[in-house]
Every structure is written in C-alpha cells, then in structure tokens.
C-alpha cells in the first residue's frame, strides 16, 4: 500500500497540515500504518503537489510557524478514485494492512467498492481456511539437536496453530458482520460529483 493514498483520503474529509496528518497516523492510524516520520508525510505532501494532487494555502500562526494547509486538488481525488476502486490481491496474512487502509477510507467513499473488497477477502480466507484447518500437522524431526524437546515443540507448534485459527475465524466473523452492515438499505448514493446515483 502506498502511503500517498492515506494521505489523499484524509484530505478527502477536510484540509490538513503535515502535522495534523502526521498526528492522525500516530494515534487513530495506529492500525494502518505503524510509524510515519513526520520529514516522510512532508516529503510525500512536496511530491503530491508537484505532482497536482493536493494544493496548499498558509495558515499565519502567531508565535509559532506558519502552516501549510492541504487539500485534494481534482486530479487528487481522480488518483484517490482509482485506488478505492483498483483490483485488491489478498496477502497470505490476514488483517494485512492493505486491507485495512484500503477498507477504512473505501467504505465511506463507495459502499459498493467496500462490499467488493470484503467479498475477495472473505473469498480468499474461506478458501484458505479450507486448504489449511485440518492438514497435517505432526512435526518430523530428523537428526535433531539433543537439546531439542520434540514433544514441546510440538505441543506449541499445536498451540500456536489453534490461536491462529481462532483469530482467522474471529477476522472472517467481522468480515462477514461488516458485510452485513454494508449491505443494509441506506440513503441513495452519491457518485464522484455528489449526485444521487
């Protein structure tokens, strides 16, 4: 996931300094994105406006710096556009941040891009959980370390297994929960001009 698309969907709710969205991403973000340099976000912000996809106007600040705050030029939101509704490929690792990023600012942006994406990771998951949940786990060792605890490495192996299961089966519960709610009668929606679709 390229960050730059984070960057233009917070845009897409309201303008922003570097350092409001640098703050975003270290609290409310925490779960798309562990860490973000702040000298990152503004290098990223310099080569979207290069590029024209975001514009600024500054913010005088008595006693302090003047800001810089950004916002989604049309050409941000055609490149933002086309990431919501790009082909999404699942990764072997579920909860993957791609996902998530991907989800949190689709959903709001276009309901049925969102159920799009559930639906391939739901589809992908359900498959992996069916080549995988009753294979054949049994370790084999061969001319191991005499150190080695055979029956314990199995035991946590085991262990390890059915916490991972349990937490895939908790994450296609909230896929399917989430798809449910997507799914419910809501408002007409908009399209990219704001009319009723």
């Given at each position: 996931?390229?960050?730059?698309y984070?960057?233009?969907a917070?845009?897409?709710?309201?303008p922003?300094s570097?350092f409001d969205?640098?703050r975003?991403v270290?609290?409310?973000g925490q779960?798309?994105?562990?860490?973000?340099?702040?000298?990152?976000?503004?290098?990223?912000?310099?080569?979207?406006?290069t590029?024209?996809?975001?514009?600024?106007?500054?913010?005088p600040?008595e006693g302090?710096?003047d800001?810089?705050?950004y916002?989604?030029t049309p050409?941000?939101?055609d490149?933002?556009?086309?990431?919501?509704?790009s082909?999404?490929?699942p990764?072997?690792?579920?909860q993957?941040?791609?996902f998530?990023?991907?989800?949190?600012?689709?959903a709001p942006l276009d309901?049925?891009?969102a159920l799009?994406?559930?639906?391939?990771?739901?589809?992908?998951?359900r498959?992996?959980?069916?080549?995988n949940?009753?294979?054949d786990?049994t370790?084999?060792?061969e001319d191991?370390l005499p150190?080695m605890d055979?029956?314990?490495?199995?035991e946590?192996?085991?262990?390890?297994h059915?916490?991972?299961?349990a937490a895939?089966?908790t994450?296609?519960a909230?896929?399917?929960?989430m798809?449910r709610?997507?799914g419910q009668?809501?408002?007409?929606?908009r399209?990219?001009?704001?009319?009723?679709?």
């Amino acid at each position: 996931m390229k960050f730059d698309y984070v960057l233009l969907a917070l845009l897409a709710g309201r303008p922003r300094s570097g350092f409001d969205l640098g703050r975003w991403v270290e609290t409310e973000g925490q779960f798309l994105r562990s860490r973000a340099h702040h000298s990152q976000i503004y290098r990223l912000l310099g080569r979207m406006t290069t590029d024209g996809w975001v514009t600024f106007e500054v913010d005088p600040r008595e006693g302090r710096p003047d800001a810089k705050v950004y916002r989604l030029t049309p050409i941000g939101r055609d490149v933002l556009w086309e990431w919501v509704h790009s082909p999404y490929e699942p990764t072997s690792r579920f909860q993957d941040p791609d996902f998530l990023a991907r989800f949190a600012f689709t959903a709001p942006l276009d309901r049925q891009a969102a159920l799009r994406l559930v639906d391939t990771e739901l589809d992908y998951r359900r498959a992996q959980i069916a080549r995988n949940r009753d294979r054949d786990r049994t370790l084999r060792f061969e001319d191991p370390l005499p150190e080695m605890d055979q029956e314990l490495a199995q035991e946590v192996f085991d262990e390890l297994h059915a916490y991972g299961a349990a937490a895939v089966d908790t994450w296609v519960a909230w896929l399917e929960g989430m798809r449910r709610r997507l799914g419910q009668d809501r408002p007409p929606e908009r399209d990219r001009e704001g009319h009723s679709a």
